[in-house]
């Protein structure tokens, strides 16, 4: 009895068939109960534009918004401005893991290395990201450079607390098994250290990506000719508060759709987790 | 044979856990350790098991003196202590990892067969109960093939049900190989049970107080009259053993018990 119980208990969360209804309501009915609000504000908003009580001209309607998007879509600007911001952000995030993920790992393992450069790390993270925007301009010009370094600088430091945090919270008792079986140092770390940090590893990623396009924003805010801040900067000087509502979705469109793609790319080096469940987010 | 020669330890802050332990185990002998709280048997047992060095003394197994984990010697934990990343199969294989992929297949889907769990080959560690858990990890220790296998109190976070089940199958695949077991309990029933000697250990700072050999054929009844006096020896030993005005059994001398009985 007991056996049996225990089986269907296991059966029941792990094969497909016996999810289905759970999985169907997941991926389908929650994204949509999440569209409501949203999508009914709007609704509403342009059924008041439309009625005439009010004129929308701050405020634009979502059809207009729409309108400005495809405008821009068909003269070409619109992938013209995306490319350059994702350039920015893809060149500045991966510019700040690499260093974020050395540092972190230098001061997570070795503890010479942590002593000697996280007081330093620390104190610099202490400092507005911004606050280093002139001195950037200063040493490395006003164009690309610039704004890619503010971005890595972003993404710099929660890659490098997130790696060094998870490093030094691995299980003490797993480290064990790993020496009772005699792992050599490098296969310590690939088959201890870098599994058990990886959940950890990806949730700084996710931040680290966040911070990348809050500061690609105000990279762009100081002088850009191209790219989604300009299309917002020009957007308040010459009154279009269509083409700013414009750009603000298209950056929430491009930020989910990164962060996402993150997520599905690890999820299944993180299927072993207790607590992942796929699509949950959704 | 596994000689222990002297082997204390004391501890960086100066807790004083472990002194002047003497020993020889028999290859294929099961010897419990037991005795009440901070009377050093986790610390023998590390020190055994090369995880923690010993500050004095010295571990000897067939001539080779131990000072850090050794492939001849396995250990199981209290937890089961599975990689959360790794199936069943793979945890269990953990050890085998300079092996030819097919020899290690075939070792893992034997060890997994004879604990049972080959319907779980696939699953992950999250997904098992305690006791399945607790097999795997047996199974992960075992299918090295370790000379020597060190238990520290596997089974006193499972429910009596399940640790009854665990202690006989222990047993069955003990007969497989017949290392030599080396397990630390608090539980007499356990050691009596299991071994072929208990060794009772006197707290602060831990020694060997006294040991009685537990001479009942195997499989070992535990309602028959003998099983349960041999308990009452053992728990005798253990209450005297926490009384400070009784003093040490000589530590050099093997044939302690002789001395109570």
């Known amino acids: 009895m007991l056996m049996t119980l225990e089986t269907t208990a296991s059966a029941a969360t792990d094969t497909p068939t016996a999810t289905a209804p759970a999985g169907r309501w997941r991926r389908f009915a929650r994204p949509v109960l999440g569209l409501l609000l949203p999508v009914g504000l709007a609704l509403i908003w342009e059924a008041v534009v439309a009625a005439g009580w009010s004129n929308g001209r701050l405020v634009p309607p979502p059809s207009k918004v729409f309108a400005t998007i495809t405008e821009l879509a068909r003269s070409g600007e619109l992938i013209r401005h995306i490319t350059a911001t994702m350039t920015r952000v893809g060149a500045g995030f991966a510019l700040g893991v690499v260093a974020g993920t050395l540092f972190g790992a230098v001061s997570g393992y070795w503890g010479l290395a942590r002593r000697l450069l996280d007081p330093t790390v620390q104190a610099l993270r202490a400092i507005p990201s911004i606050a280093w925007v002139p001195l950037f301009i200063l040493w490395l010009g006003i164009f690309e450079t610039s704004k890619i370094a503010l971005i890595a600088v972003g993404v710099f430091f929660p890659v490098y607390l997130g790696v060094m945090g998870a490093i030094l919270s691995v299980d003490r008792k797993i480290v064990e098994v790993g020496r009772t079986f005699r792992l050599s140092g490098p296969a310590m770390i690939r088959r201890i250290l870098l599994p058990a940090v990886l959940p950890a590893y990806v949730v700084s990623l996710r931040v680290g990506l966040g911070l990348g396009w809050m500061f690609v924003v105000a990279a762009e805010f100081m002088g850009a000719s191209e790219g989604l801040g300009y299309l917002l900067i020009d957007g308040q000087q010459l009154g279009k508060p269509a083409q700013i509502l414009a750009a603000i979705v298209i950056f929430a469109i491009l930020g989910k759709t990164t962060d996402w793609l993150i997520e599905i790319s690890s999820a299944p080096l993180l299927r072993w987790q207790d607590a992942f469940r796929p699509g949950g987010e959704g | ?261």
């Open chain 2, 1 to 261: 044979m596994l000689k222990l020669e002297r082997v204390g330890k004391t501890y960086p802050n100066g807790v004083h856990a472990l002194e002047r332990f003497s020993a020889e185990i028999r290859q294929g002998e099961i010897v419990a350790i037991i005795g009440g709280s901070g009377c050093g048997k986790s610390t023998l047992l590390r020190a055994i098991a090369g995880l923690d060095r010993a500050s004095s003394g010295s571990v000897v197994l067939d001539d080779i003196t131990i000072s850090a984990p050794h492939e001849k010697i396995g250990i199981i934990f209290q937890e089961p202590r599975l990689l959360p990343w790794l199936s069943v199969a793979d945890n269990i294989g953990f050890g085998l990892g300079d092996r030819p992929r097919s020899e290690r297949d075939a070792r893992v889907a034997a060890a997994l067969a004879r604990v049972g769990l080959a319907d779980k080959a696939k699953a992950w560690p999250r997904e098992l109960s305690g006791g399945q858990a607790q097999r795997v990890a047996i199974a992960r220790a075992l299918v090295p093939r370790p000379e020597v296998l060190l238990l520290d109190e596997p089974f006193s976070a499972l429910d009596a049900f399940t640790r009854r089940d665990l202690q006989d199958h222990l047993l069955d695949l003990w007969a497989d190989t017949r290392p030599t077991l080396i397990l630390v309990t608090h539980d007499v029933d356990e050691a009596v049970v299991l071994a072929d000697r208990v060794l009772v250990m006197r707290p602060r700072p831990g020694r060997l107080f006294e040991q009685i050999i537990i001479n009942l054929a195997r499989p070992r009844d535990r309602n028959s009259e003998l099983f349960d006096s041999f308990k009452r020896r053992v728990l005798t030993a253990l209450d005297r053993s926490l009384d400070r005005s009784v003093p040490d059994a000589d530590p050099k001398s093997t044939a302690g018990e002789a001395m109570w009985w």
